[in-house]
């Protein structure tokens, strides 16, 4: 629950915007505790599971539908600021550095078809790969 908003102040404090964004990071730590808090009240994030080749795996109700929202807007605001970002700086290393953060995050940002199975889309859950793929 809490890998959007882990993920959006990372990068606002890594491009130092957090003074700009203060307020938005606060507030999409409590969205992501409400989310944490309604996963555990409840059958509104789980809907139970299904057997696919490679094994069970959770059916998202409506609930995770709305997180699953939040994530990719979260994602693609952290990478919007990243290309902006990039885009503004100055030859040299922060360029480098912007550049290399945007493209691990992209990387990273594959991760996302993990949720695909979970709405019904028989496709392999791979995204750890992604992740691996992020820290190299």
Do not use: E
């Amino acid at each position: 629950m809490f890998i959007p908003a882990t993920v959006y102040h990372f990068t606002v404090v890594s491009l130092q915007l957090y003074d700009r964004y203060k307020r938005r990071v606060w507030l999409i730590w409590q969205v992501s505790a409400l989310f944490l808090i309604t996963l555990f009240s409840g059958n509104m994030f789980l809907a139970g599971v299904r057997l696919y080749s490679w094994g069970y795996y959770p059916i998202y109700n409506w609930m995770a539908a709305l997180f699953v929202c939040f994530f990719f807007v979260l994602m693609g605001l952290s990478l919007h600021h990243y290309w902006t970002a990039m885009r503004t700086a100055i030859p040299g290393t922060a360029k480098l550095r912007t550049r290399g953060l945007l493209g691990a995050f992209c990387i990273a940002y594959l991760g996302s078809v993990d949720y695909l199975a979970a709405f019904g889309v028989p496709i392999y859950p791979f995204g750890y790969a992604a992740v691996l793929g992020f820290i190299i």
